[in-house]
């Protein structure tokens, strides 16, 4: 039945519920992708089912697990379909993807459909969870006004390379006030800002002209404005984490504030 729905995601799941219970929870994998979250892309549909005699449906391209029990108020209904909510699936998440995915999920969710302050009052009463060590330690690292996963690394391996937390996506202002960007990444008092060059500001004429705008008002406004591609952040962290810390170190010296 499955193979004659159209390869969505929320058609293929619309498709599943017809055959499933009627408590059954899109959970894991499915469940964040259902609420926009990047997480590596799957065909299985995850669902936890709740124990009743007998065997489980079994439904090609489905694949059942316990039921979690989860209490009423930590599900949803998210666009008709019953998943977890972004509390509890954070910390489900914690047991499915590396630090580094967890914390890009985390952004999202943050960003999104739930606050940092939530998770952690659901992680602080939860007990029992596989992924409740890995939730925890990662909660301090979630960013709401990060904007894509490239962001997330790009902040991370400067945190991870021992360097202060920056700023994300904050307002750069000149001597009169006027918002002049908004990098991705920013330390105020070194007036360096920092940001992931994506494929498409190299690909949109205009967003190349704004790149080059923005550049020239940061430069002229006394900021240091350093921008990395993929290759970079994915293949040359530690080169990166030098440069920063280099940058950091020598706009101290200079006294810019």
Same mark, same amino acid.
Not at 151 to 175: Q, Y
Not at 246 to 251: K, P, Q, S, V, W
């Given at each position: 039945?499955?193979?004659?729905?159209?390869?969505?995601?929320?058609?293929?799941?619309?498709?599943?519920? =017809?055959?499933?219970?009627?408590?059954?929870?899109?959970?894991?994998?499915?469940a964040?992708? =259902?609420?926009?979250?990047?997480?590596?892309?799957?065909?299985?549909?995850?669902?936890? %089912?709740?124990p009743? %005699?007998?065997?489980?449906? +079994?439904?090609?391209?489905v694949?059942?697990? &316990?039921?979690?029990?989860?209490r !009423?108020?930590?599900? +949803?209904?998210?666009?008709? @379909?019953?998943?977890? $909510?972004?509390? !509890?699936?954070?910390?489900?998440?914690?047991? /499915? #993807?590396?630090?580094?995915?967890?914390?890009?999920?985390?952004?999202?969710?943050? +960003?999104?459909?739930?606050?940092?302050? *939530?998770?952690? &009052?659901? @992680?602080?009463?939860?007990?029992?969870?596989?992924? #409740?060590?890995?939730? $925890? &330690? *990662? #909660?301090p690292? /979630?960013?709401?006004?990060?904007?894509?996963?490239?962001?997330?690394? /790009?902040?991370?391996?400067?945190?991870?390379?021992?360097?202060?937390?920056?700023?994300?996506?904050a307002?750069?202002?000149?001597?009169?006030?006027?918002?002049?960007?908004?990098?991705?990444?920013?330390?105020?008092? &070194?007036? =360096?800002?920092?940001?992931?060059?994506?494929?498409?500001?190299? $690909?949109?004429?205009?967003?190349?002209?704004?790149?080059?705008?923005?550049?020239? /008002?940061?430069a002229?406004n006394?900021? =240091?404005?350093?921008?990395?591609?993929?290759?970079?952040? %994915?293949?040359?962290? +530690?080169?990166?984490?030098?440069?920063?810390?280099?940058?950091?170190?020598?706009?101290?010296?200079?006294?810019c504030?």
């Amino acid at each position: 039945m499955l193979d004659a729905v159209p390869d969505s995601l929320d058609l293929r799941c619309r498709a599943a519920r =017809l055959l499933l219970p009627r408590s059954a929870v899109f959970c894991g994998l499915t469940a964040a992708r =259902l609420y926009g979250v990047p997480v590596p892309e799957h065909d299985t549909l995850h669902v936890a %089912l709740a124990p009743v %005699l007998g065997t489980r449906p +079994r439904i090609r391209g489905v694949q059942p697990h &316990a039921h979690a029990h989860w209490r !009423p108020a930590e599900l +949803r209904f998210l666009n008709g @379909l019953l998943v977890p $909510r972004p509390e !509890p699936l954070f910390a489900e998440l914690a047991g /499915l #993807l590396s630090r580094i995915e967890l914390i890009i999920a985390g952004d999202h969710l943050t +960003r999104s459909w739930t606050t940092p302050v *939530a998770i952690g &009052a659901w @992680l602080a009463a939860a007990r029992g969870c596989k992924g #409740l060590p890995a939730a $925890r &330690a *990662a #909660l301090p690292h /979630l960013e709401p006004e990060t904007y894509s996963p490239m962001e997330t690394r /790009l902040r991370m391996l400067l945190v991870d390379g021992g360097l202060p937390r920056p700023l994300a996506n904050a307002h750069v202002l000149d001597e009169t006030g006027q918002r002049i960007a908004q990098p991705d990444l920013y330390y105020p008092q &070194a007036r =360096l800002t920092i940001d992931y060059d994506g494929a498409h500001h190299d $690909r949109d004429p205009r967003q190349v002209r704004q790149d080059r705008d923005t550049m020239r /008002l940061l430069a002229l406004n006394g900021y =240091l404005a350093l921008r990395y591609d993929a290759r970079m952040v %994915l293949g040359f962290p +530690r080169e990166i984490v030098a440069e920063v810390r280099n940058a950091l170190a020598e706009r101290s010296r200079e006294g810019c504030r």
